[in-house]
């Protein structure tokens, strides 16, 4: 199947501070998709990106389906920001679309 | 407001014990999906639904159950075969089937599993 590796495993952040938080992926891919994890364990969709680049507010998001890569850039940092970030891609096993999870990049903000 | 309600937010089970948690949406979504997550750890699948009364399994179905006999209810049965069954459960859904093309996934809150 494929593999999905995030990085950095961790991130630790003053408010106020930019970051970039990398996905790769070992094959193509039709779905790609960015979640955040609260520390409550709430999973929020950021973005539907399997390529080109999108903003939202501080967060934007770049993939690069050729390279079989995604960034995800967090802007002037907040402490609401902290939690888990996920990367998780779908990719084709028999006749369906099955999604794959990276382990994630674990960002805490101190204010 | 339309979402996704998972109950409880916390199940004990005692060894040899099925449970079973509880998914329902009211998006009108027709794809419903399972997921555990353990701790540091990304989201594994377990089972996923595109449609009532078919379902699929995923990466890690041993263990567990599923039905999908209404279009907003999906519920997940760990049996006793599942014998590391403590984790982080997470339901999803999208308005239609599969991870191939623009189908944002929608998240319950999920249910927390611990064994006694």
């Known amino acids: 199947g494929i593999q999905v590796e995030q990085s950095p495993p961790d991130l630790i952040l003053q408010e106020g501070a930019n970051s970039t938080l990398r996905c790769n992926f070992s094959?193509?891919?039709?779905?790609l998709q960015w979640f955040h994890q609260n520390p409550w364990g709430q999973l929020i969709n950021l973005f539907y990106i399997p390529s080109g680049t999108k903003q939202n507010g501080r967060l934007s998001a770049t993939t690069v389906a050729t390279e079989r890569y995604s960034l995800l850039y967090i802007s002037s940092s907040q402490t609401t920001d902290s939690g888990v970030y996920f990367c998780?891609?779908?990719?084709?096993?028999?006749?369906?679309?099955?999604?794959?999870f990276g382990r994630g990049t674990s960002l805490i903000v101190h204010p | 407001d339309g979402g996704i309600t998972q109950s409880p937010k916390y199940l004990f089970r005692k060894e040899g014990q099925n449970v079973t948690l509880s998914c329902e949406q009211n998006l009108n979504h027709d794809a419903m999906y399972w997921y555990r997550q353990d701790p540091g750890q990304g989201l594994r699948l377990i089972y996923y639904?595109?449609?009532?009364?078919?379902?699929q399994k995923g990466d890690i179905a041993e263990g567990y159950s599923v039905s999908r006999e209404k279009k907003e209810s999906f519920p997940l049965t760990v049996t006793s075969a599942q014998k590391n069954p403590t984790a982080f459960y997470l339901c999803a859904s999208s308005i239609m089937p599969g991870w191939g093309g623009n189908q944002p996934q929608h998240f319950g809150d999920g249910t927390r599993l611990s064994i006694l």
């Open positions: 639904s595109q449609i009532v009364n078919d379902f």
């Open positions: 998780a891609v779908g990719g084709k096993t028999g006749g369906s679309y099955i999604p794959t």
């Open positions: 094959d193509s891919v039709n779905n």
